[in-house]
């Protein structure tokens, strides 16, 4: 075991030489290594160099840089770092500066060393419990961020992370006139063969494809997983776009080749769709779409295995277009609706406050899923009236609710607000102009965002996040644990609550990986004093599990599927009773 580092900040000479005298069983035992140095000047030398110390004990007055000064720039180096200050200044307003400045305790001198002993302890063991707590917390949100941007079942990247990989060289198209490519390939037959042989070897198959991409691919090229049975190819610093054809030709001779199976052996015929990047997209969605396009134009009949995408192909674009336009005169027409899904206690089983969830009854389409609507609302902007329509849709039912269910208040309502919404320079106005409206207090209001909305724009984000927490709006983070995680942020950041998302939930009675991702999440919460909501409680068996890892909230058909505003009042009357 490492000795405890303790850095002593000062200039008196005999100081070196009690505390060498005092402490010098304990030096000797290397339980203590003190390192002496005159001022804070060569304290914050020391403390840039690559030796961790666990804490330092400081005077006040010392030439050069004084101790109350040196406090206000131990954060700089180690946040985690505590410091001692010992002076001969003990009065109230000296202790008061001092500790306003980080100081954790303070010693009047002459020093009663066996007071010294007792604080250097007490010390030395908070510090190394709390670095030991953010190592741990660390470890989890890596686990987390590698569950965000990898396939649990190849280990191959995912499709947020293979997006991320285009979008930088479309910059380097720009930027040095790069050439890329990205391709998308699929099995013909994958579900015959994950019905005739079953789920371990349909699995085994795509592991088993997964790695002979790998092995036939560039070091700097990339291979993803981006569906049951769909692959994403990022072919980079090409010579020629022949070349990519060409890879592709390799690619489908490879995977031609027979799979042995336990006793069974599998052939598959591969199609494969390639968009190049002289194509005028500047998204990486718009270029993994084209190529998606191109290879589900090979499947048709007659076509070739390898197609190359051309705006020919783009029927699937056309339906996009109408139903764009769709989306405009629904908006227009009011043809959206809104259902309330209860977040229960699970403590209690009481109900804390309904979920809002936007539904789309087209007029001729049907029912059209949120799935579908929501992307496109997003990408051509229509999401920001969309979006103030079910803010101010379920702040008004919330409004409703207390004249009718005054006895059962107080309820949250809670609302999904995009990147798009957040970023919209009108937000706090319509947001205070329907609070006001109603007479509702912002503490009734719950707005949901995804991780990558704060770390898109993150300065911007604190700022708009400090706002909404004045007008005491509170915040949560949607699908939590499938994007990327970061410690600094969930710190920085002034969030109330972790929302785990449903497929962590989903199989948590059976599946280990899921049930420690799930108990990773809930612990973090819990470290950063937050609360955790589980989307998706769907059977007594996963309420049981997540009551026992101390799980605050739930939501999910368990409890009740989403409801119609005006049925609410007679659950509640069922429900909280």
Known sequence: MKPAKILVVDDEKDLERLIKQRFRKKITAKQLDFIFVKNGVEAIKKLQTKDAVDMVLTDINMPEMDGLTLLTRLPEIDQTLKAVVLSAYGDLPTIRVAMNRGAFDFITKPID?????????????????????????????????????????????????ILGRIRQCIEWRQQRNSLFAVLCLSLE?????????????????????????????????????CGTDEFAILLTDLPNFKQAENKAQQLCQVLRNPFKLNRSVVSSNIYIGIVNSTIDYDQPEDFLRAADTAMNYAKMPGKPNIVVFDTGMQASILERLELEADLQRAIEH????????????????????????????????????????????????????????????ACRQLSVWQE???????????????????????????????????????????????????????????????????????????????????????????????????????????????????????????????????????????????????????????FSPPLEGSAVVNFMAKVNR
Not at 117 to 136: C, N, S, Y
Not at 189 to 217: C, I, M, P
């Open 404 to 558: 009718q269910l005054s006895h059962q208040m107080p309820l949250s309502i809670s609302v999904n607000l995009s990147g798009i919404q957040l970023w919209n320079p009108d937000v706090l106005q319509s947001i205070d102009e329907i609070l006001h409206s109603l007479s509702l207090s912002g503490s009734h209001l719950k707005l949901e965002i995804t991780e990558s909305i704060l770390m898109d724009k993150e300065s911007e984000a604190k700022a708009v996040l400090a706002q909404l927490k004045q007008r005491q709006i509170q915040l949560s983070i949607d699908d939590f644990g499938t994007g990327y995680s970061s410690l600094a942020y969930l710190q920085s950041f002034p969030i109330d609550t972790l929302k785990i998302d449903r497929s962590f939930i989903s199989g948590i009675e059976h599946q280990e990986k899921n049930l420690d991702i799930t108990r990773t999440i809930i612990t973090l919460a819990h470290s950063l004093e937050l609360d955790a909501i589980a989307e998706g409680v769907e059977t007594p068996a996963q309420l049981e599990i997540l009551r026992a890892l101390g799980c605050e909230y739930g939501q999910g058909y368990l």
């Open 189 to 225: 037959g994958f579900k015959a063969v994950k019905y005739g042989l079953g789920h371990a070897l349909s699995d085994r198959l795509l592991v088993e494809v997964a790695r002979r991409l790998e092995t036939y691919l560039h070091p700097t090229d990339m291979v993803a997983r």
């Open 113 to 161: 060393f066996q007071d010294l002993e007792i604080t250097i302890d007490k010390t030395v063991t908070f510090v190394k419990q709390i670095r030991e707590q953010k190592q741990q917390l660390q470890q989890a949100l890596e686990q987390l961020r590698y569950q965000a941007f990898y396939d649990p079942l190849t280990g191959l990247p995912n499709q947020h992370y």
């Open 334 to 393: 009011q043809q959206f609706h809104l259902n309330y899904q209860p977040i229960v206690s699970l403590s209690t089983g009481k109900i804390v406050g309904f979920e809002a969830l936007v539904r789309w009854q087209h007029p001729t389409r049907g029912w059209i899923s949120p799935d579908k609507f929501i992307p496109l609302a997003e990408e051509t902007g229509l999401i920001i009236p969309l979006g103030k329509w079910v803010l101010s849709e």
